[in-house]
């Protein structure tokens, strides 16, 4: 069995992508990608880490490959990231004018940034 480099993806290529945690039920969950219009099925046995920590909304890496049985695209060595990884397009620089300050009975104040060039 040789691969060739303009077949299909191979998996274990290593091509990593970008997606948030869109729905979780009992033993797997999907993730909508970041970088295209699809969503892909994921098994909890593919994700690194704890699925305890794993929320709805949270991003998440990935590398997609095709279930052995249908063949369908799925994503697997699923892992979680911090957002500023997902949300890199959207850079703006600013600076914090105001605080968010915690009261003792737990009530948040609201921050204040400036942005720059907006």
Same mark, same amino acid.
């Given at each position: 069995?040789?691969? %060739? +480099? ?5 998996? *274990? /290529? ?7 945690? @869109?729905?979780? $039920?009992?033993?797997? *969950? ?9 969503? $892909?099925? #994921?098994? #909890?046995?593919? #994700? @690194?880490? +704890? ?7 949270? !991003? &998440?890496?990935? @590398? /997609? ?5 249908? *063949?369908? !695209?799925?994503? %697997?060595? &699923?892992?979680?990231?911090?957002? =500023?990884?997902? /949300?890199? =397009?959207?850079? &703006?620089?600013?600076? &914090? ?9 737990? +009530? @948040? ?10």
């Amino acid at each position: 069995q040789t691969q %060739s +480099n303009n077949g299909p993806i191979q998996p *274990g /290529m290593g091509i990593r992508e970008t997606g948030i945690i @869109e729905k979780l $039920l009992h033993s797997y *969950g999907f993730i909508q990608c970041c970088d295209r219009q699809a969503r $892909l099925f #994921f098994h #909890f046995s593919q #994700f @690194e880490g +704890n699925i305890e920590h794993l929320k709805i909304g949270d !991003p &998440v890496e990935f @590398e /997609m490959t095709y279930d052995r049985r249908t *063949g369908k !695209p799925i994503a %697997s060595a &699923v892992s979680k990231i911090a957002p =500023e990884v997902v /949300m890199s =397009e959207e850079r &703006v620089i600013g600076t &914090v004018t105001t605080e968010v300050k915690i009261s003792p009975e737990g +009530n @948040e104040t609201q921050g204040r940034i400036s942005y720059e060039n907006r």
